[in-house]
C-alpha cells in the first residue's frame, strides 16, 4: 500500500501541491473572516444539566448575572463640586458609546418623594442642576448616604470607594468587533485617573474581554515563537536551512489550515482552542524529524534521492500514521466529556493532527525532490559525537545496568505516587492569572471594599401571587439577606425586600430609620403606590424592581457577589446555603416530611400533616376539588370531608403535590455556580478520558503487536511519567484543575508514539536478526534512539513556549507536559529496553512473530525507472549507474 501511495505523490506532485494551494487560500479566508473569539464564561456543564437549566432559566427572565462593566474609584473627596462634576461628565461621555445601555452612580441616582396630596411617590433626579443652585453638593451628599439601599452596593462601607455601573448590551460583548467599547470605554476612564484617583475594573464584561483579546494576542504570539524554537533547533541537529524551510512550509500550511477549519467548524477561539494552532507546529516538526532523518540515512546508505524519497514513505509511512493516530487519540477523548467547549477542542486539535500528518507525507517529499541532494555536509549529523555517544551510553546501561534502572525506577515511582497523594483540586475564574495581574488586582480590590466580585444568584419561586407581599414572605427573604450579611464571602445582596423598604422610607419622607417592612396598618395605604413603583428612566440612572421580580413565573431575584474561591469552595458554601435557606424558607419542612413517611405507610398521620398545617389543607382542598365550588364549600365547612378520601388512589399524590405547593422553591445559580460545578464536572470526567484514552492505545497497541503482554510492556515507560509530572504537582502545590488535567491525556496519547517507533523496529529485526533478541534491542537503540531524541527535544521546547504565557494554566500545561514528555523519552529509551532483554522469553510469544500488518514495511524491489518524476532525476539516476 505505501508503496502505491509513494509512486502516486512522487508521480503527482504539482497536481497535490494544486490542491494543497487551493485548501490552504480556502483555510486562509476562513481564518480571516470567520474566525472568532469566544469571551464568554462558558459553560462546561452538558446542555442537558440540571445547573445548565437553572442557568438558562434565571437569563431568560432576569438577563445576564453580572452583565455590568464596573469602574470603581477610591477617593475621599468624590464629593466636592468639581469631582462630583467629573464623575458625572464621565458617565455621560460612557453613554454616548454605541452599545452602552444604562448608567449607574451615585450622579445618576433618583430620589422617590411623597406626594400626599395625590397619594402617590413623585421621582426626582437626586443631581440635576449642575452649578449647584439647587442643592449644594453637602445636600447631594447627605440624600446619597441616608439612603440605606446604596451602601454597600454604590460605595463602601467607609464611603472611600465609589463604583460606576455601565450596562452593555449582550450583542455587543459577543461581537469580535464591537467588543472592543469595552476598550474603549475603559481608555476613556484610563484619562480621568489623574483628576479623580486610581481606577478599578471589575464585572464579566471586563474579565470577558481582555482576557479574549490576550487569548487572541497569545495564540499569534506562541504560533511566532514555536516556528523560532523549532527552527533553531532544527539547524542546530540538521546544519541545513534548506531543511528548516521544508519543515516550515509543512507546518505553516497546517497552521492556516488549524484557524482555517475551526473557522469553518464554526467553533469559537476559546483559551483551550487557541492552543491548537501553535500545538500543529510543535507536533508536525516531529514528523519531519523522522522523516527527513530517514531520508539522510536512505541517501547515505545508496546515494540515490528519488530511491530514498520513496523509501522514506514506505518504510516508515505506516509508523508515522500510527503515532500521530495515538497523538490524535490522546485529544479526541475530550470528546467524550460531554462538554461542549471540551468537546470542540478535542475534535479540532485531533482532527488537525491528522491533516498533519498527510501534508507532512506529502509537502515534505515533493519539496525535497525539488531540492538538490543533501551534501554530505548536511548528513554528518547521523555521526555526529554526541549523538553516537548518547546512543552507546544507552545500549551500554540497558545491557549491564538493569538491576539499577528498575531499583532507581521503581524508588521515583513511589516518591511520586506518595506525591500524588498531595494533589489538591481547585478551578476559580482569575485562578489562572499571575498573582501581580492587574486584573486580579481589581478583582481583589472589589472583594476588600464590597465583599465579592463573582455574580451568586437565588432565585425563589413563590407558587402564587398572592403570596409575594404576604409578611411571612417578605420577612423570612430578609433573614435570607441576613445570613449574607454575616458571611463575609458576600458582597451586599439586594432583593425586592430592599424597594419595599425604600417604599416605606419614602412614604415617611425618606426617614432612614423608616427603612424596614411595611407594617400591615400601612399596607392598605400604600397598594396604589407599590402598583406604580419604578426606580428608573430612559437612561437606566437608577435601580429596577424589574430586575429582581418576575410575577409571570412568581419568581424573586436575591443578588450578590461572591469572592472567587476554588470550585470546591464554592461548593460546599453553596450546600451549607441551600439547608440554611431552606430552614429559613420553609421552616415547617422538615416536620411535614417527617409526617408525610409516616403517613405513606400509615393514614392516620395525615391528619398530623392536614390539621396541623392549614396551608396544606387548603391547597389540597382545591386539588380535589377541581374548581367545583360547591364541592369547596363542602370542605370548608366540614373538614371531616376529606377523611374520605384517604383511600382513594390518587389521594397520596395529590396530597404530595399540595405539600410541595406550599414549599418556596430555592435554586442557586450564577456564573460562581456554575463555573464551580463546571470544574468539578470537567475535573471527574477528564479522569474518564485519561482511562479512555489509556484503553484505546492499549487496544491498538494490541491490535499491531498482536501481544497483551507486549502492550503492558509497552504502557510501562509511558505510565511512569505520568507518575512522576503528578508527583511533581503533589510536592510543588500545582492543582488539580481542567488546565492541568489536559496534561496527562495529551502527554500520553504523544509519549507513546517514541514506544511505537521504538518497538516496531525492534519488532521488524526479529525477522531480520532470527530471533536474536539482543542484536534487535541495540539495533532498534540505534536506529530509533536518536530520532526520539530529536523529537522529545523538539516536543520539549515547543511545549516550554506555552509558559511564556499570561495564564497560569497554560503556563502549567507547557510545563507539566514539557516535563511529562522528557521524562517519557527517558524512559522509553532506557527502561523500555531494558524491560525487553530481562522479559525476553516472556514475550516473545507466536502471535508477535505474526503480526496483522508491519509498522515498518520491508523494502520491496521495485524498477525505479518507473518514477520518472523529472529530467533531472533521470540524469541523477543515470549518472548513478
Known amino acids: 500500500m505505501w508503496q502505491a501511495i509513494a509512486n502516486f505523490i512522487l508521480r503527482n506532485r504539482f497536481f497535490i501541491l494544486g490542491i494543497i494551494t487551493l485548501l490552504t487560500v480556502f483555510f486562509g479566508y476562513y481564518a480571516i473572516t470567520a474566525l472568532n473569539l469566544d469571551n464568554k464564561y462558558g459553560i462546561v456543564l452538558p446542555k442537558d444539566s440540571p445547573t445548565t437549566e437553572n442557568y438558562k ?65 413623585e421621582i426626582h433626579r437626586v443631581f440635576s442642576d449642575i452649578t449647584f443652585q439647587e442643592k449644594s453638593i453637602d445636600s447631594i451628599k447627605k440624600e446619597i448616604k441616608n439612603n440605606p439601599i446604596y451602601k454597600g452596593l454604590l460605595y463602601s462601607e467607609k464611603g472611600d470607594v465609589s463604583l460606576m455601573m455601565i450596562g452593555i448590551n449582550e450583542k455587543f460583548l459577543t461581537d469580535k468587533v464591537k467588543s472592543k467599547v469595552v476598550l474603549d470605554i475603559e481608555k476613556l476612564v484610563a484619562s480621568y485617573e489623574k483628576k479623580l484617583g486610581k481606577m478599578h475594573y471589575a464585572g464579566l464584561p471586563h474579565l470577558r474581554v481582555v482576557i479574549a483579546t490576550r487569548i487572541q494576542a497569545e495564540m499569534f504570539l506562541f504560533i511566532a515563537f514555536s516556528l523560532l524554537v523549532t527552527s533553531v533547533l532544527l539547524y542546530f541537529f540538521f546544519r541545513s536551512l534548506r531543511v528548516v524551510a521544508i519543515c516550515n512550509s509543512v507546518v505553516i500550511v497546517a497552521v492556516i489550515w488549524a484557524m482555517g477549519s475551526i473557522a469553518f467548524a464554526g467553533y469559537k477561539l476559546t483559551i483551550l482552542i487557541a492552543l491548537i ?58 470528546a467524550f466529556t460531554n462538554s461542549e467547549k471540551l468537546m470542540e477542542f478535542g475534535l479540532a486539535a485531533s482532527v488537525n493532527i491528522m491533516m498533519v500528518f498527510i501534508l507532512s507525507i506529502c509537502i515534505l517529499p515533493i519539496f525535497a525532490s525539488f531540492s538538490k541532494p543533501p551534501k554530505q555536509r548536511h548528513l554528518k549529523h547521523l555521526d555526529r559525537k554526541f549523538a553516537t555517544g548518547l546512543i552507546d551510553f544507552i545500549v551500554k546501561i540497558t ?22 497523594s498531595k494533589i489538591k483540586a481547585t478551578g476559580n475564574l482569575t485562578g489562572d ?38 409578611n411571612t414572605t417578605l420577612e423570612r427573604l430578609e433573614l435570607v439577606q441576613k445570613e449574607f450579611e454575616k458571611d463575609t464571602l458576600f458582597s451586599r445582596s439586594i432583593s425586592p425586600v430592599d424597594f419595599v423598604k425604600v417604599v416605606n422610607m419614602a412614604y ?18 400604600l397598594k396604589q403606590y407599590i402598583d406604580n413603583f419604578t426606580m428608573t428612566n430612559a437612561n437606566g440612572g437608577g435601580l429596577s424592581l424589574k430586575e429582581l421580580l418576575d410575577t409571570n413565573t412568581c419568581t424573586i431575584r436575591i443578588r450578590s457577589q461572591m469572592k472567587d474561591l476554588g470550585s470546591y469552595e464554592v461548593a460546599d458554601k453553596v450546600s451549607a446555603l441551600k439547608k440554611k435557606v431552606d430552614e429559613i424558607l420553609n421552616p415547617d419542612k422538615k416536620q411535614i416530611e417527617f409526617y408525610y413517611s409516616k403517613a405513606e405507610k400509615n393514614k392516620k398521620y395525615v391528619d398530623s400533616i392536614l390539621y396541623s398545617y ?33 383511600g382513594k388512589k390518587e389521594f397520596m399524590p395529590n396530597l404530595r403535590k399540595a405539600i ?55 504502557m510501562v515507560p509511558n505510565l511512569i511519567p505520568l507518575f512522576f509530572t503528578g508527583g511533581i504537582m503533589g510536592y510543588f502545590g500545582i492543582p488539580l484543575k481542567p488546565s492541568t488535567l489536559l496534561v496527562f491525556s495529551i502527554a500520553f496519547g ?46 520539549f521546547c515547543g511545549f516550554s513556549v506555552f509558559m511564556f504565557s499570561q495564564f497560569g494554566g497554560t503556563q502549567a500545561l507547557g510545563l507539566l507536559i514539557s516535563i511529562t514528555l522528557l521524562v517519557a523519552m527517558i524512559t522509553n529509551l532506557i527502561v523500555l529496553p531494558s524491560l525487553l532483554l530481562t522479559l525476553d522469553k516472556f514475550i516473545t510469544t507466536k502471535s508477535f512473530k505474526e503480526p496483522y500488518f508491519d509498522a515498518y514495511n520491508e523494502y520491496s524491489d521495485i524498477d525505479w525507472n518507473e518514477l520518472q518524476i523529472s529530467a533531472e532525476k533521470e540524469n541523477e539516476k543515470n549518472n548513478l549507474n
Not at 472583594?447 to 413563590?462: T, W
Not at 504523544?750 to 525492534?762: N, P
Not at 539482543?774 to 516536543?795: D, H, N, P, Q
Open 433 to 470: 492569572l499571575p498573582k501581580n495581574d492587574q486584573i486580579l488586582l481589581d478583582v481583589k480590590f472589589m472583594e476588600k471594599h464590597f465583599g465579592g466580585s463573582i455574580p451568586f444568584e437565588i432565585m425563589v419561586s413563590y407558587k402564587e401571587p398572592g403570596r409575594l407581599f404576604k
Open 277 to 334: 494552532p501553535p500545538l500543529m507546529i510543535v507536533i508536525g516538526i516531529p514528523n519531519c524529524i523522522f522523516l527527513m532523518t530517514k531520508f539522510h540515512q536512505e541517501v547515505k546508505e545508496h546515494g540515490n534521492k528519488v530511491k530514498a524519497l520513496s523509501r522514506v514513505i514506505q518504510k516508515i509511512g505506516t509508523a508515522t500514521f500510527l503515532t500521530n493516530f495515538t497523538t490524535a487519540l490522546g485529544f479526541v477523548t475530550f
Open 399 to 420: 545491557q549491564f545496568k538493569r538491576n539499577t534502572i528498575f531499583i532507581v525506577t521503581g524508588i521515583i515511582v513511589v516518591i511520586s505516587i506518595y506525591g500524588l
Open 660 to 714: 410541595d405547593n406550599e414549599y418556596f422553591d430555592i435554586t442557586f445559580t450564577g456564573t460562581s455556580v456554575v463555573a464551580s460545578e463546571g470544574t468539578q464536572y470537567l475535573v471527574n470526567n477528564l479522569f474518564s478520558s485519561l482511562a479512555f484514552a489509556i484503553v484505546s492505545i492499549g487496544v491498538l497497541m494490541a491490535i499491531l503487536f498482536r501481544s497483551w503482554r507486549m502492550v503492558v510492556i509497552s
Open 508 to 525: 415617611y419622607g425618606n426617614n432612614p430609620d423608616k427603612y424596614t417592612l411595611i407594617s400591615n396598618r400601612d399596607k392598605l395605604r
Open 750 to 795: 504523544i509519549s507513546v508514539d517514541d514506544t511505537i517507533h521504538f518497538l516496531a523496529k525492534y519488532r521488524q529485526e526479529l525477522k531480520n536478526k532470527e530471533w536474536d533478541l539482543r542484536e534487535c534491542v541495540i539495533i532498534a537503540i540505534r536506529e530509533s534512539g536518536l530520532g526520539m531524541f530529536y523529537t522529545s527535544i523538539i516536543l
Open 57 to 121: 432559566k434565571f437569563k431568560k427572565l432576569f438577563g445576564e448575572d453580572g452583565g455590568a462593566l464596573v469602574i470603581g474609584v477610591e477617593t475621599d473627596s468624590l464629593y466636592t463640586e468639581r469631582n462630583f462634576l467629573l464623575w458625572k461628565q464621565l458617565g455621560d461621555s460612557i453613554l454616548q458609546f454605541d452599545g452602552v445601555e444604562s448608567i449607574i452612580s451615585e450622579a445618576t441616582l433618583f430620589t422617590i418623594k411623597n406626594n400626599r396630596a395625590e397619594n402617590k411617590f
Open 614 to 646: 392549614s396551608n396544606v389543607y387548603n391547597s389540597l382542598t382545591e386539588i380535589i376539588a377541581k374548581k367545583n365550588n360547591s364541592l369547596q364549600v363542602k370542605f370548608d365547612s366540614d373538614p371531616e370531608l376529606i377523611k374520605s378520601y384517604y
